[in-house]
């Protein structure tokens, strides 16, 4: 399994966990994008070491073209001198050098690939990442606004600060008819009476009299 094959596993084992532990949903999805920007630092940690290793592979196959080259030099020159054995040496070293040369140059190759699909694995993840990021103030404005209507939905049910004032509203008015009751009860019933005179409404016929005065005087 690749890098970018394991880090999707983290992710998707580190969210599945606190998804499960149904945690805050804002604090869920903040995790989230933490755990996702630290496999994106290890994937561009790995796609520079993998360019770090390409670099030195083709340094070394160009050194090793090099002493190829400088050992032929060497063969032609002592063929020159007329000394074939020593020529002949002087071609199996290059011929070594040419081996190793090919060798790292197939290297060279096959990192480059690499380095290819970790910087198409870290541009799909930086994707993945903007796409997240826009999901997650998504997910945390509907969570907030979910919250809200439970709140409100509590504050508005039985059992809520608006029910209590309503209950409390019905218990003032309870004490206030037992009062009225128990002054009605404790009243002196000829008080009582004269009260009754002296809050009794003047008559039409009084009224009409008062009102003739003020047109006729």
């Known amino acids: 399994m690749g890098v970018w094959g394991r880090a999707l596993q983290a992710i998707r084992a580190n969210l599945g966990s606190m998804v499960s532990q149904a945690e805050d949903p804002e604090k869920v999805l903040e995790q989230a994008m933490v755990e996702m920007q630290n496999h994106l630092i290890q994937l561009r940690q790995a796609v520079a070491q993998a360019i770090a290793t390409q670099k030195r592979t083709e340094r070394q196959s160009q ?111 309870d004490l206030e008819a037992r009062a009225q009751a128990l002054g009605e009860l404790n009243a002196d019933p000829l008080e009582q009476r004269f009260t009754a005179l002296e809050a009794s409404p003047p008559s039409i016929d009084s009224e009409l009299a008062l009102l003739k005065q003020r047109i006729n005087p």
């Open 63 to 173: 050194q090793a073209q090099t002493l190829a080259q400088e050992w032929y030099n060497r063969a032609e020159l002592a063929l020159r001198q007329g000394d074939e054995a020593l020529a002949r040496q002087a071609l199996g070293r290059r011929q070594s050098y040419l081996g190793s040369a090919q060798a790292l140059a197939n290297q060279v190759g096959e990192q480059q690939q690499l380095v290819s699909q970790f910087k198409d694995n870290m541009h799909r993840l930086e994707i993945k990442i903007a796409e997240a990021r826009t999901q997650k103030d998504m997910f945390i404005a509907r969570a907030r606004s979910a919250a809200a209507s439970q709140r409100l939905q509590e504050i508005m049910g039985q059992g809520g600060p608006i029910a209590a004032f309503g209950q409390m509203e019905q218990r003032i008015l």
